[in-house]
């Protein structure tokens, strides 16, 4: 029942349109040529439009590349600043604590100069020398008392070898007796 209602509904609306077209004396369906014509403009409207778009596109992209590569450069050239600028600033602090080392050095170089106090030099020359003397006198010594040991023991030997002699003698003498 309910589709024999919608098909009488679709046939009276299918009248109507048909009937207000003859009326008209105008088509109700587009021809060819007017759907060919609408259908190009609106095709062409739309590349133009996509075409514009594009090029909006890409020109932003390129500003803002741009604009990038020109932030970065000046990032990279204030960080070159900064880096010329500390290495600098630890090259004068470098020089001005070699400096005052220096200043420090000269200060007690007059200072022990005006005490008359030797310097260190002199302190490790004069402790060498007598270092040195004291090793001269000890093997002094040494060869000394080498030689008094070398002597005593000649002096034991011959004393042994006479005695040995006149031992030996005294039994030569001994057995020929």
């Known amino acids: 029942m309910k589709s024999l209602k919608s098909l009488l509904t679709l046939t009276s609306l299918a009248l109507a349109v048909s009937g207000s077209a003859l009326a008209t004396n105008t088509s109700v369906l587009p021809t060819k040529e007017s759907v060919v014509t609408n259908s190009k403009s609106m095709v062409e409207s739309t590349k133009a439009d ?13 500003d ?4 990038t590569k020109s932030s970065a450069l000046d990032k990279v050239n204030a960080a070159k600043e ?12 470098a020089t001005s604590a070699k400096d005052a080392v220096k200043e420090k050095a000269s200060a007690l170089k007059e ?11 002199d302190k490790a020359t004069e402790k060498f020398n007598s270092v040195k003397d004291n090793a001269k006198e000890k093997a002094s010594e040494a060869k000394t008392k080498a ?6 023991v000649k002096e034991k030997a011959t004393s042994t070898k006479e005695s040995a002699k006149e031992k030996s003698g005294f039994f030569c003498k001994s057995k020929h007796q």
Do not use: G, H, R
Not at 147 to 152: I, M, R
């Open 50 to 62: 996509v075409k514009n778009a594009a090029n909006d596109k890409l020109k932003s992209m390129s």
């Open 64 to 67: 803002s590349a741009s604009s």
């Open 82 to 93: 900064k880096a010329t600028s500390a290495k600098d600033a630890v090259k004068d602090k």
């Open 111 to 121: 200072k022990a100069t005006e005490n008359n106090q030797p310097s260190i030099k």
């Open 147 to 152: 030689a008094d040991k070398v002597k005593e």
